[in-house]
């Protein structure tokens, strides 16, 4: 049973977190084009990376190996400097969050996913 969990986990995750790379760069974009929405994708992102933490630790409590080379702890700092970001309108260290840090960050989960054999 576990392990079918972590699997089905593991291609959720590997299908979704692409997309969260995709929105790390469309929101900056959409922000610095000024275009109308981003704010409701910027939430969905939010919740995303809401449920990816909440994955990687029930793996992680499950399997202690499995993923111990993906630091979802990283996410925390940068996600307090996003809500600062966002609290104090500062769109351009939000932008420069998304394209230059959170961005990143996931392409390496999402790399990490790829090599995880399960």
Known sequence: MNNELIQETLESM????????????????DIQSQQ????????AYLEGLGWLTLAVSG???LDQALLKNLNIEALAPLLEQVKEALEQTDYVLLCDLLQYEMK???ESFEEELRRVNH
């Open 14 to 29: 590997r299908d979704y977190v692409p997309k969260l790379v995709g929105a790390s760069e469309k929101i900056a974009l």
């Open 36 to 43: 109308g929405g981003w704010l409701d994708t910027m939430l």
């Open 59 to 61: 793996i992680q409590r």
């Open 104 to 106: 990143p960050l996931l």
